[in-house]
């Protein structure tokens, strides 16, 4: 399978330090046109404004539709810590939630069972895996679990510290409670994709 994964476009207005973030990601979608249509899947692992507002959901919205994405390769979309759910499912009102209103879902593919996971905490820039998201998460895993199936987990937030101070700073705060989880489904778990620290950390 060949994925591509894209994190915080923090798409906004106004410029941020310097660059455009709205004529950056035009380049990215540029670049994925001309050389990567044969993806399978792209996946965009939140923060996708920088300050959640309606208008920059929007631009996403017409950016996606109006690119050979469209129907064919239109990528799953996560939120972040800086992205506003309100807004997000104003301008995406289809997106999937689970049965506590989060913005997480599962889905089947070739290669396994690709969970999205919703880390985004109201008020704060660190992120969150609550009692309810940490059930739901047990539940797809322990299914996968039944049927010997790989999962690829996706999430904003780093699922653990990265040893790197400013983003550490904004960690998942119950890090411990999602620990647990990773041991104790260590064998299902293949592989996790998430964003938030600004660095490439790891990646081919």
Known sequence: MKLIHISDIHLNPAKILGDNPIEQFKKVLTYIEAHLMDADKIVITGDLTHIGMLESYEVLRDLLAASKLKEYLEPVLMIGNHDSREN?????????????????????????????????????????????????????????????????????????????????????????????????????????????????????
């Open 88 to 204: 997000f499912e104003t301008i995406f009102p289809d997106q999937p939630k689970d049965e506590n209103g989060f913005f997480q879902f599962a889905e089947e593919t070739p290669e396994g069972l690709f969970v999205y996971l919703d880390t985004k905490l109201e008020g704060s820039h660190a992120g969150e895996f609550c009692s309810k998201r940490r059930a739901w998460l047990r539940s797809i895993l322990s299914g996968a679990k039944g049927k010997n199936q790989p999962v690829w987990l996706f999430m904003h937030h780093n699922p653990v510290g990265v040893q790197i101070a400013n983003a550490d700073q904004y960690n998942m705060v119950d890090e411990t409670e999602f620990r647990e989880i990773l041991r104790e489904y260590r064998g299902q778990i293949r592989h996790i994709f998430f964003g938030h620290c600004h660095y490439t950390l790891s990646g081919s």
